[in-house]
């Protein structure tokens, strides 16, 4: 049966290295070598460990192993501490590379709502019945209303916090539905992206024809080449959510959703800035 004295003389080394790389206390300080080493001896520590207590070694050394490997624990899985330049990574560099690589669902969602778009600004240019036909008389009303006067005015600074609060309201709420329906193995995202691209063409095609087209028109291409692209993306983001559904390449559908997501969150995040943008 091995000793105390050579158990420890056999692996006090390691234990000595795993000490030093602890000093620096904290993951983001290292390089990724480092990392990899510490993440190695933490195995070791633990596999030493069950050893010295499946051996009966003294309690002074499986003390000492226990806080070794608690401590190793603690900055391989401490929270990652947040950062302004994560933030920053994640919009400048993970969000077009994400939407980049999933190009084939982002033109298929742009057509899925531009199309549509493009359908209801003809039809209300040429028949208010084809707007009334999309949409409520009354809203159409109000849209006419809300229109019917320029904006060289300004607005006041409460009348710009509350337009800004409804905007970032009202399209969020679309982006959330154009991406959560996708849920429904994609379905769901292709229907909202269809219905609000005809509802908004119908709404712009209906205000120009009433005769207030410059009006809605400046107000318009202000924010809207964030607010729509955003819903866009958000779309795009549920047609990959729900293929990754549809085709698991052998994975459960939770498997395949959760190997998705990290591309997902980047594109959401970046739609979600771009509505902030618009608002």
């Known amino acids: 049966m091995i000793g105390r004295d050579e158990f420890v003389a056999k692996r006090s080394a390691r234990w000595d290295e795993l000490e030093r790389l ?17 993440a190695a001896l933490y195995r070791v520590i633990c596999a030493d460990l069950m050893r010295a207590r499946s051996l009966g070694i003294g309690a002074d050394v499986t003390g000492h192993l226990d806080v070794l490997a608690s401590r190793a624990h603690n900055v391989l899985y401490a929270p990652k501490p947040y950062r302004l330049r994560a933030l920053w990574d994640l919009i400048v560099f993970g969000f077009p590379r994400a939407f980049r690589s999933n190009w084939r669902f982002n033109l298929l969602a742009f057509v899925l709502f531009y199309l549509p778009f493009a359908v209801g600004i003809i039809g ?4 208010t019945e084809f707007a009334e036909g999309i949409l409520p008389r009354a809203m159409l009303r109000a849209m006419e209303e809300a229109y019917s006067q320029g904006f060289d005015d300004g607005r006041a600074t409460g009348a710009d916090a509350a337009m800004a609060g409804f905007y970032v309201h009202n399209n969020v709420g679309i982006a959330f539905r154009c991406f959560a329906t996708g849920i429904v193995f994609g379905f769901g995202s292709m229907f909202f992206l269809v219905y609000n ?19 809605i ?20 983001a549920g047609l990959q959510m729900g293929y990754a559904l549809v085709r698991t390449n052998g994975l459960t559908r939770t498997a395949s959703l ?7 969150f980047s594109q959401i995040s970046g739609a979600a800035f771009m509505l902030l943008i618009a608002a």
Do not use: M, Q, W, Y
């Not at 028109?217 to 080449?225: D, E, K, Q, Y």
């Open 258 to 264: 959760r190997k998705r997501a990290p591309e997902l």
């Open 124 to 127: 209300a240019l040429h028949s």
């Open 22 to 38: 602890l000093v620096d206390k904290g993951l983001h300080r290292l390089p990724p070598a480092t990392i990899s080493r510490v």
């Open 197 to 215: 691209g005809l509802v908004t063409g119908a709404v712009l095609g209906h205000v120009i024809h009433v005769g207030h087209g410059a009006n």
């Open 217 to 236: 028109l400046t107000f318009v291409c202000g924010h809207s080449p964030f607010e729509l692209n955003a819903i866009v993306i958000a779309g795009g």
